[in-house]
């Protein structure tokens, strides 16, 4: 299984390829990628920049065009995959077919993969983008079943790849809406949940407040750790207590359960965290790659050593890890 790591800027594109990475994945400073934060992203140069690195190493890099363009917008998402051919990166990412369609035909020789924000989570939904513009990879949804992903991976003829480890989050993706109704910004159209612009913290006599365009969605006690606000994973009142109304914050870690998904095929284990610091990156990725080598190598004896789930525990959201959908008997 190869190890695919997140690269927000160019410092943690080298830490990923450091620390072992098979293939980095990326996105332009624009609203065509899911990760648009101030500070992140790659220029041309910089995108530039980052191939001749990772390609030193044999690592492949991969670009995201993966949120969806409106009738006003198309040029921006029209050039991204212009741009992403030209400086001949290793595959594209994308989930609008307008994207993927023009990309397949306008260059034919670039790779494409069908991004986990297509949402497509059964064999008929893959083959369509197969059949329709020649995907080889699909990165399937975090709502899927060990049996599911095995049950798609049997019946579809292109490589599968799943979230090993990072942020979860309660809704599909490219499906969510809640940030739009706090903001009026779609993350899959603006390309981030909780926009910065609409982001304030403020230092109150109850404690450390974030809003979000103004609404309240935590307050933090002295010495709490603050994540950043998402609606999602925002504690409300309702009724007489307040709590983590939709899902606590937690993170995905598969270090359990490599065996199986190497055994069903799986082809890539993605990390999530574009957002996150290069600190972070080289982190999980030495700590996923020694898993995966181990893996590999002793698959029927293979056990996550408990340093492994220490380091990830530590950089885990909320300082806790589950197996999420992943562990559902009955699915």
């Known amino acids: 299984m190869d190890l695919i790591c997140p690269a927000g800027n160019l410092?943690?594109?080298k830490a990923a390829v450091d620390a072992g990475a098979n293939a980095v994945y990326t996105g332009f400073r624009d609203a065509t990628n899911a990760?648009?934060?101030?500070?992140?992203?790659?220029t041309p140069d910089s995108l530039n920049e980052g191939l001749a690195y990772a390609r030193k190493a044999d690592c492949k890099v991969f670009v995201a065009v993966n949120t969806y363009p409106q009738a006003d917008n198309w040029d921006a998402w029209r050039c991204a995959v212009d741009l992403a051919a030209t400086l001949r990166v290793d595959a594209l990412i994308a989930a609008d077919i307008g994207v993927l369609d023009y990309a397949s035909e306008t260059h034919p020789e670039m790779r494409l993969h069908l991004s986990v924000q297509g949402s497509a989570t059964n064999p008929d939904a893959v083959a369509f983008y197969q059949e329709n513009f020649r995907i080889q990879r699909v990165i399937l949804p975090r709502v899927l079943s060990l049996t599911q992903i095995a049950h798609v991976i049997k019946n579809v003829d292109?490589?599968?790849?799943v979230f090993g480890f990072g942020s979860l989050c309660v809704m599909v993706e490219g499906r969510c809406l809640l940030s739009s109704y706090f903001t009026g910004l779609s993350p899959n159209t603006f390309g981030a949940c909780s926009p910065a612009s609409h982001v304030r913290w403020l230092e109150t006599p109850n404690g450390l407040e974030a809003r979000l365009n103004g609404c309240l969605i935590d307050?933090?006690?002295?010495?709490?750790d603050a994540g950043y606000p998402t609606v999602c994973k925002g504690r409300f009142?309702?009724?007489n207590h307040e709590y983590n109304t939709f899902e606590e914050p937690t993170s995905l870690n598969t270090l359990d359960i490599l065996p199986a998904l190497q055994g069903m095929g799986v082809a890539a284990i993605k990390l999530e965290g574009r957002q996150?610091?290069?600190a972070y990156v080289a982190k999980v990725t030495q700590v996923m790659r020694a898993a995966i080598d181990a893996c590999q190598a002793h698959p029927n004896s293979y056990r996550a050593e408990p340093q492994w789930q220490a380091e990830l525990g530590g950089v885990a959201e909320g300082r806790q890890t589950t197996l999420g959908a992943y562990n559902r008997p009955w699915m």
């Open 237 to 239: 009142r309702v009724g």
């Open 219 to 224: 307050r933090f006690a002295s010495g709490e």
């Open 11 to 13: 410092i943690s594109l």
């Open 276 to 278: 996150r610091s290069p």
């Open 35 to 42: 990760r648009h934060f101030p500070g992140l992203n790659f």
């Open 158 to 161: 292109v490589e599968v790849e």
